[in-house]
């Protein structure tokens, strides 16, 4: 296991956003509640890796299924679909907001079309949703996109392109698409596009909010230590919007994100004191974190909140794969990489280093899973057996 740390200098407020939403709804929260097969997903304890990582506690919000599907990514895709719906496809507020609603009030014919660009997991969301909304849905991904994933998405009934290229040159080409019938929901932004990605980051603040109510109900401590791991850095920024909210009490935990070194943008970034790009190939099998570019909505908010940035090899993926493994987590590599760039420090790095890191004996670390085994056969590789997947569950969003 190999990493690279780098203390970020650059700490302070963070900056507005779009809202992102319209005005006449709840928020992703009410919405994510009103979905078919929703429920908060498990927080769990873990005695065994607290002491593997020289902390008191570590506790994973584990998100191997949610909503019927294997990741998080469904939060922030249903949440900023229906907001680019009622901007751009429906006049008439839709109250209550229910899928069924914004579904009934999509004016016909639906010659309509949605489209993403993924290295998986959020282009399966979208897919997903514009089934449910009764629309079509073209998914572009990079070359070399595992099987499995690809064909995922072909079984939510979505037309899939392969786009000879990396996960940046899949988001140009679903930008150009663009069109008043095609909505591109994407999970990153670029200058002039900037709601729907906003969107995308409001969606994800619901697993943060249940981890919440979760340590409240149980008594559990507050994480002093937040590891997110990162692509383009929206699940970080909505990782660091709700730690470092202004209104919250305590002091904030230190906010760790963790990329491939191969696909380090972030960290690159925060080196360069501007955005910065790493070209491809990348390829990591951390695929959901393949990301050459940043998100520009998400990169203020990643430097004005994120305390310690860690690059980290495959081998500390796969290790904390199968660390989770043996504690009945099914993680695959992008979802066990938080835990991967802390078990790299916590067990090759040097005291400085782990104090850098925020792993002291008293700490509280918070780990997200962010997938389950989305490459089964990287996963058997691995883990060494094979694991039961959101597909195997009934219950969902269908
Ligand atoms: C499983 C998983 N975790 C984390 C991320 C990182 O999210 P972001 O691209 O918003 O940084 C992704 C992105 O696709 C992902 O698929």
Redesign the pocket.
């Known amino acids: 296991m190999r990493y690279d740390l780098h203390v970020n200098p650059a700490t302070g407020p963070l900056p507005a956003l779009p809202t992102g939403t319209s005005p006449d709804h709840a928020g992703p929260g009410a919405f994510h509640r009103s979905l078919p097969g929703y429920h908060p997903t498990p927080l769990r304890e873990s005695a065994e890796l607290a002491r593997l990582l020289g902390v008191r506690t570590v506790l994973v919000k584990d998100e191997a299924v949610r909503l019927g599907l294997p990741?998080?990514?469904i939060l922030g895709a249903s949440w900023a679909t229906v907001t680019a719906v009622l901007r751009h496809w429906v006049t008439a507020p839709v109250t209550p907001l229910t899928l069924d609603r914004v579904a009934a009030a999509i004016p016909r014919p639906r010659t309509r079309r949605l489209v993403a660009a993924t290295?998986?997991?959020?282009g399966r969301g979208v897919a997903r949703m514009a089934r449910l909304l009764g629309v079509a849905a073209t998914i572009l991904v990079p070359a070399g996109t595992a099987e499995a994933r690809t064909a995922a998405i072909a079984g939510e009934g979505a037309e899939v392109v392969v786009v000879d290229g990396s996960y940046d040159d899949a988001i140009a080409a679903s930008a150009a698409l663009a069109g008043p019938d095609t909505l591109v929901v994407s999970?990153?932004s670029w200058p002039g596009y900037e709601h729907t990605p906003a969107a995308v980051i409001a969606g994800y603040a619901t697993l943060f909010a249940e981890i919440d109510a979760e340590t409240a109900r149980r008594g559990l401590p507050a994480p002093t230590v937040v590891a997110l791991?990162?692509?383009?850095?929206?699940?970080?920024a909505a990782g660091v919007r709700h730690f470092r909210a202004p209104d919250r009490p305590g002091p904030p935990p230190r906010t760790v994100v963790v990329e491939p070194t191969s696909a380090n943008c972030l960290m690159a970034s925060a080196r360069a004191g501007r955005l910065a790009e790493v070209p491809g190939p990348h390829r990591s099998t951390m695929a959901?974190?393949n990301?050459g570019l940043p998100s520009v909505l998400?990169w203020p908010t990643v430097r004005a909140g994120t305390d310690v940035f860690l690059a980290v090899d495959d081998d500390a993926a796969h290790r904390a794969m199968a660390e989770l493994a043996r504690a009945s987590v099914v993680a695959?590599e992008?979802?066990a990489a938080g835990l991967g760039g802390l078990l790299a420090v916590a067990l090759t790095g040097d005291p400085a280093d782990r104090a850098r890191a925020g792993l002291t004996p008293e700490a509280c670390v918070l780990v997200v899973n962010?997938?389950g085994a989305t490459d089964p056969v990287n996963y058997h590789r691995v883990v060494g057996h094979h694991a039961a997947t959101a597909d195997d569950v009934p219950a969902g969003v269908a």
């Open positions: 990741s998080f990514k290295d998986g997991n959020h999970d990153t791991q990162a692509g383009v850095g929206a699940f970080a959901g974190l990301c998400a695959g992008s979802g962010t997938e």
